[in-house]
């Protein structure tokens, strides 16, 4: 089995560098609103006192994850001001390495990762380990589980990794995300029997920096940062009139509001379409794809021109395998599909979801060359939505009634620009109180008129109505998903929307656990 990586990297290999990055809650410690009420539960309140990153508790369960004789895969991260070559343009720009993405980390399930970042950067980072469920205290999200990475200093991230699948790291300081601080992390199982001749990681971007504007200009003028102390109330309808700020019409017929931020670029492994990333292989073999949306703002509609892919996993778990000619990935998800090629050149193409432009790579199984129009038929079909697979039986959590029910309403309004969960903004917004051994059951109500891809750290949480495995959801305008998961990682994990700007004004608050 051949094993191509994203990037420049060529193969996979089994003990990769390591990255780092991604933004940041915004100032303040969640921990400080930890004895609030919760917007809801059942079975009475939660008890006791907050669990932080540094307890016993945490440790303990660490200890507990790892084995004599563990694998410990090490590497370095060192995020840094870089110049990456996008594909005939040039921008200035942070990353791990001279290259998007940043460099593949790979080890097996229950292996130790010890990854150490070099902070060489201007201003104050960490790195998120995106989907994993490790210790609180390496979760990475600066004034909740750690200090931040101050300039000229080190941190090592130290977890055992649990559970197989495709994962991805990135900065959770501020809007870094949107620079080029992100990486794929891949956690093998060593039962899986890898019946595939290729594996191909595509990561899809949405890209400005160095291009005249940064993030940070971005949220400027959305207002992110501003005074809000008068919105009041206001928080409660996103208007469709006002939604963009100046930037464009982005509607979706699929998401409705597609998006906040009119990109200039689109990326597949960091390169644009006219200078296109390439897989090369054969007519008949079978390549598994790992895809990992790495957008800030902007979810993706993909298609392998003249295929039809079967999806496999979604956030690492397996899935009742699914055939469909496009698939719609928002921010902060993955899927794994897996294609038999035919013969020829086929564009691997990504259309932004309600916005123009798109990103594409190729895949060469012959000689020749894409026709003139290379979008793909397929990009137009329906796509499938994560929330229309089924679980595996295998990964199916226990049916059992719920301990706990907590309900998170997602609201916002762009005049001010301020995203909510129940109406209140980090980090005022109330934490979401439980114990550990405990069956949750949280409902999520969309209150807006634009999507929100929510993500819950250190847990993996079921969809109640058909038990599908993810740890990021996308939620469409006006409409309600229920989820469940087990209490069994403590400490405080963040809860918040994969938008970058929404999550940096204020959509976001904490699962905190009590003992």
Not at 53 to 75: C, F
């Amino acid at each position: 089995m051949n094993a191509d990586a994203t990037g420049r990297a060529g193969a996979l290999s089994r003990a990769p560098r390591v990255l780092v990055s991604r933004r940041s809650f915004l100032a303040g410690s969640l921990l400080a609103g930890a004895g609030a009420l919760t917007a809801c539960s059942g079975s009475g309140s939660a008890t006791g006192s907050p669990v932080g990153a540094s307890s016993d508790l945490v440790r303990r369960l660490e200890q507990e994850r790892r084995s004599p004789g563990q694998t410990v895969v090490s590497a370095q991260l060192s995020p840094r001001p870089v110049d990456v070559d996008l594909g005939g343009r040039v921008v200035s720009t942070w990353g791990y390495d001279q290259q998007l993405p940043g460099p593949l980390v790979r080890a097996q399930a229950g292996d130790r990762l010890q990854i150490t970042v070099d902070n060489q950067l201007p201003q104050e980072t960490s790195v998120h380990w995106h989907g994993i469920a490790m210790s609180n205290d390496m979760d990475g999200v600066p004034g909740l589980t750690q200090d931040p990475i101050a300039p000229g200093t080190t941190f090592t991230y130290d977890f055992t990794a649990p559970d197989p699948g495709t994962y991805f790291y990135h900065s959770h300081s501020g809007l870094q995300l949107d620079r080029g601080l992100y990486g794929v992390v891949i956690i093998d199982d060593p039962d899986e029997p890898g019946d595939y001749d290729h594996e191909w990681l595509v990561v899809l971007d949405d890209w400005l920096d160095g291009t005249g504007r940064t993030p940070d200009d971005v949220a400027r003028d959305l207002g992110i940062g501003a005074d809000t102390a008068d919105a009041g109330m206001q928080g409660m309808d996103h208007d469709m009139m006002d939604m963009h700020g100046g930037e464009g019409s982005m509607i979706s017929p699929i998401l409705g509001s597609a998006g906040d931020v009119t990109y200039p670029h689109f990326l597949i492994n960091g390169r644009l379409p006219v200078d296109p990333y390439v897989w090369r292989a054969s007519r008949g073999q079978r390549v598994r794809i790992r895809f990992v949306n790495a957008g800030a703002d902007t979810a993706f509609r993909v298609a392998l021109g003249g295929h039809r892919m079967t999806v496999t996993h979604t956030d690492g778990f397996p899935v009742l395998p699914e055939d469909t000619d496009s698939l719609l990935i928002g921010m902060g998800e993955r899927f794994d599909v897996v294609v038999t090629l035919g013969d020829g050149v086929f564009p691997l193409f990504a259309q932004p979801e309600g916005k123009d432009g798109h990103a594409q790579a190729l895949v060469r199984t012959a000689a020749g060359d894409l026709p003139t129009n290379s979008r793909p038929v397929e990009v137009d079909r329906r796509p499938l939505l994560g929330t229309d697979l089924s679980p595996s039986e295998a990964v199916r959590l226990s049916s059992q009634s719920h301990d706990r029910y907590h309900s998170v309403d997602l609201g916002g309004t762009m005049s001010p620009y301020r995203w909510t969960l129940n109406s209140q903004v980090h980090p005022d917004s109330a934490p979401l109180e439980v114990n550990s051994g405990e069956r949750v059951r949280m409902r999520m109500r969309n209150m807006s008129d634009m999507f929100h891809p929510m993500h819950l750290h250190g847990h993996t949480f079921a969809l109640a109505d058909s038990g599908l495995r993810k740890d990021t959801v996308t939620i469409r305008p006006m409409r309600t998903i229920e989820i469940e998961f087990d209490t069994d990682n403590p400490g405080q994990w963040a809860l918040h929307c994969h938008n970058a700007y929404h999550q940096e004004a204020g959509m976001m608050t904490t699962l905190s656990y009590l003992a």
